[in-house]
């Protein structure tokens, strides 16, 4: 094989996101190497062309990142809803007169069910925003 068609070849499964170890064992094969020699070959490619691989898997990362955001944000919103929902009651109400103790356990009740599920929203936010930001990243810098 040609060594433009293998560099080619080894772009292209880069891109495409494919397994490092098949990668390189088919560069082996394809072109007679020894894995050291392969591994060499596909680093230098993948350190001359990381603009080019992120700009291929963008799309992907910017849908995964879309729905992991969309996701952490209703989430969060209706765990936050919840909290509020139950500091809500702990408001005066004329029919009804809670003892401090029973407000508190209500307090410690939203945060041991609602707490777990705005961390997790938030963390799917971080997420989503960075790598929304990697990726637009990657297209700015063509």
């Known amino acids: 094989m040609q060594e433009a068609e293998l560099q080619k ?5 880069l891109e495409r996101g494919a397994n490092r170890d098949d990668l390189l064992l088919d560069v082996c094969k394809e072109a007679s ?3 050291p020699e392969a591994e060499a070959l596909v680093n230098q490619i ?8 992120a700009r291929h898997q963008s799309p992907f990362i910017i ?3 879309l729905g992991g955001l969309v996701i952490g944000l209703g989430w ?3 765990a936050s809803l919840g909290v509020f929902d139950i ?6 109400n004329p029919h009804m007169n809670p003892s401090m103790w029973e407000g508190i356990g209500s307090t410690l009740i939203a945060l041991r069910v609602y707490l777990p599920s705005i961390l997790i ?3 799917l936010c971080i997420g989503g925003m960075t790598g929304l930001l990697s990726s637009l990243s990657a297209w700015k810098s063509r």
């Open 33 to 35: 190497l020894s894995w």
């Open 63 to 65: 849908i995964l990142s």
């Open 46 to 53: 993948e350190a001359g062309h990381t603009t080019e691989i």
């Open 9 to 13: 070849s080894i772009l292209t499964r």
């Open 121 to 123: 929203s938030l963390g």
């Open 87 to 92: 500091l809500r009651s702990l408001l005066p």
């Open 76 to 78: 969060g919103f209706m």
